[in-house]
């Protein structure tokens, strides 16, 4: 079985299909019944990958190149291909292949990535104008991988492929564990995620605005144009002096804005699941979540629900966590709310596929 990790980022902090890409990687090769080789396009990756057999291709955002990826899993002997995402060529392929597509949200919200480079960002734009693409893409495959129960719904009744469809969760690691501590007299809350609109940042902003003495630490990397607007935001609601922007925050400095938070919290419309709720449960931290059906498929009664266009929902949420009990409750319930998503057992699922094929 030949595993594609060319999505694992080497440079800076993992996004979020890097971190799956990565995660589940090391999940599969600790099980006993999978023999894999790594598909890389650097060799950096390969320091993040437990140690094995490994073919060297093309960049994937090479679109070009991609052309000639089918051909080149054929003369290196792969059986089947399990693929983190679903950007990935195919034609002329032999082998079995599991493609995973994390969400659906780009069909709706068509601004691509500003990190990818301007020719992949034409050709993203260009693929989410209509279903017609995707579906090509994913019926090329033999069977498709997603990440939760809810974005599987909505690739149903987008009738998005012919294909079996499985959830492989996303999960979080034991490195985000933190032994319990009062976060109740804490006065940070952080958003961690991207700075895309569907993210709704503006509405974490506005409710921090509402609590005196609040610092709000802003975790993720902000593209320079959206820099401008976060800013301009923060200056009209008075809280430049009381944000932090980390611009692309490492683990550590993340985790330890967690260990000095009352609460994280998003705003965001749309996720195909949700990380850094878990992420922040499993640090030991109370939750608060714009109220979408993928929070509450992820989070069910342990995180704290406000209307994304209320802030002051959230500011009251926000406030109710300052409580000692109430905080300690939804510390106690996002413990075990987290424990339910582990990449043993995501890895459980895929490897499923991958022995049935």
Known sequence: MFYDARWILVENRFDGV????????WALARRKDLDITWIV??????????????????????????????????????????????????????????????????????????WLPWLTRVGWRLFHLTYWPMRWQLNRADHIATVSQTAKQELLDARATKRPITAVPNAVGDNFFAP?????????????????????????????????????????KIPPIRRIEIEQRLKEKGITNRTVIYDGATDNQYRDALAESRCAMSASR????????????????????????IFH????????????????????????LANPSVNREYVKKGRKNAARYTWQASAASAAEIINHL
């Open 18 to 25: 890097s971190r799956y890409s990565h995660e589940l990687a």
């Open 41 to 114: 396009h650097d060799e950096r990756q390969l320091k993040k990958l437990p140690n094995g057999p490994h073919v060297m291709v093309n960049d994937p955002n090479n679109g070009l190149a991609e052309l000639g990826l089918a051909r080149d899993l054929n003369r290196a002997g792969a059986e089947v291909v399990y693929s983190p995402f679903f950007v990935m060529g195919t034609l002329g392929k032999k082998y079995k292949l599991i493609l995973t597509i994390h969400d659906m949200i780009y069909f709706t919200h068509r601004t691509p990535p500003q």
């Open 180 to 220: 319990d501590s009062d976060h109740a007299n804490k006065n940070g809350v952080v958003y961690m995620g991207a700075f895309t609109p569907y993210k709704n940042v503006e509405c974490v902003i506005d409710a921090v605005a509402l609590i005196p003495d609040i610092t709000l630490h802003l975790m993720g």
């Open 270 to 293: 749309l996720e195909g699941f949700g990380l850094p709720l878990i992420e922040a449960q499993q640090a030991g931290v109370p939750f608060v979540a714009a109220d979408t059906p």
């Open 297 to 320: 498929e992820i989070g069910q009664d342990s995180v704290l629900y406000f209307d994304p266009d209320a802030p002051q929902e959230a500011a009251a949420h926000i406030k109710h």
